[in-house]
């Protein structure tokens, strides 16, 4: 059992940079992969990012390609996600996911879940 708890969520402007972070309770930590997923309002959640359990290996969704980057500290716990360049299309609830390979990228394919941090993104 994983449970997950994340922070680091805000109010931002265009082009402002955020760092979110996801502390994972359990010793299998380093056992999972780890994602991060976020949901528009009105929007299905979408995979934005994960990371294999040694941290060596990356997967990024196109759009955040360049701008974001996602790491962990297994000795911590601990999962980030830094975001530079925000746009107002960042602006969704930000998830933290852990499943079993850093290349799934559907919601379904990880088994614990945080309760997400609000990043809103002004023009």
């Known amino acids: 059992q994983v449970q997950l708890v994340e922070s680091g969520g805000g109010w931002m402007q265009t082009g402002d940079s955020l760092r979110l972070s996801c502390v994972a309770s359990?010793?299998?930590?380093?056992?999972?992969?780890m994602g991060w997923f976020r949901q528009a309002p009105g929007k299905a959640r979408e995979f934005v990012a994960a990371?294999?359990?040694?941290?060596?290996?990356?997967n990024y969704i196109d759009s955040v390609k360049g701008r974001f980057t996602i790491a962990r500290d297994n000795a911590k716990n601990t999962v980030s996600l830094q975001m530079n360049s925000l746009k107002p299309e960042d602006t969704a609830v930000y998830y933290c996911?852990?499943?079993?390979?850093?290349?799934?990228?559907?919601?379904?394919?990880?088994?614990?879940w945080g309760q997400g941090t609000q990043v809103t993104v002004s023009s």
């Open positions: 359990g010793r299998a930590f380093s056992r999972f992969a």
């Open positions: 996911a852990a499943g079993r390979s850093y290349t799934y990228t559907k919601e379904a394919l990880y088994d614990y």
């Open positions: 990371i294999s359990p040694s941290g060596g290996l990356t």
